[in-house]
């Protein structure tokens, strides 16, 4: 079957780094994006993983290996304004994404 | 350059009445989605669209039709609302490969049947 899993929920205080994981089984891979959402709003484009390594953002750097079936979005130097839900999803046919449920991130002062 | 545009952003329906939601892009986007969240649950791809003139039916399509018959617009019609439909709607574009390969979203539309 497909399926796609993250944490439900992450808590960082402020300056500190938080890594989400995901983890995926799909029947088809083009690529591995990570959105952010925000409460109430659309997500936003945060990276685009094609191929096998890291890929870095000024603070936020996503990593992939297609071998494991895994990524992972590192957010650095945190501030209040990433507390936000951080979507992983997986690139299929026809540029289908199909979502992981989404993890949220609570950043504490 | 509006980008991804949705209307209406709020609507509540009666059980059994029709809707059309419109979605527009001025990116001259090939392909276009609807998906629709759920608490819980994450995106999940309803219908979608690969050029003017063609759709194709997404991981859950009961209960929806849609309709691109021009480049920009694609909508997403409810027949027959029902309570299991009360969710919010986002529509994205993508363009071709490249620097266009990732998908924009709109600003979402909240529906609540009653």
């Known amino acids: 079957g497909q399926n796609i899993d993250q944490p439900t929920e992450m808590t960082a205080t402020e300056g500190a780094i938080v890594q989400i994981n995901c983890t995926y089984q799909t029947s088809g891979f083009n690529g591995l994006f990570w959105y952010q959402q925000h409460a109430g709003e659309a997500p936003t484009f945060l990276s685009y993983n094609v191929l096998d390594g890291l890929e870095e953002k000024g603070r936020f750097s996503s990593f992939l290996s297609r071998s494991k079936g895994y990524s992972y979005l590192l957010l650095k130097e945190l501030q209040m304004k990433d507390s936000a839900s951080y979507l992983c999803?997986?690139?299929?046919?026809?540029?289908?994404?199909?979502f992981g449920a989404g993890t949220q991130v609570v950043v504490t002062p | 350059n509006a980008g991804v545009t949705q209307t209406p952003k709020f609507r509540v329906l009666k059980t059994g009445q029709s809707m059309t939601l419109l979605c527009a892009q001025d990116?001259?986007?090939?392909?276009m989605y609807w998906y629709r969240q759920d608490p819980g649950m994450g995106l999940r791809l309803i219908h979608y669209s690969v050029g003017e003139g063609t759709t194709a039916k997404g991981e859950v399509p009961d209960g929806y039709n849609v309709s691109r018959l021009k480049k920009q617009n694609f909508l997403l019609g409810l027949e027959s609302a029902a309570p299991s439909q009360t969710s919010v709607y986002f529509c994205?574009?993508?363009?071709?490969?490249?620097?266009?390969?990732?998908?924009?979203f709109g600003p979402g539309t909240r529906l609540t049947v009653l």
């Open positions: 990116m001259n986007h090939e392909y």
């Open positions: 994205a574009s993508r363009g071709l490969a490249g620097t266009q390969d990732t998908q924009y």
């Open positions: 999803a997986v690139k299929g046919s026809w540029g289908k994404l199909q």
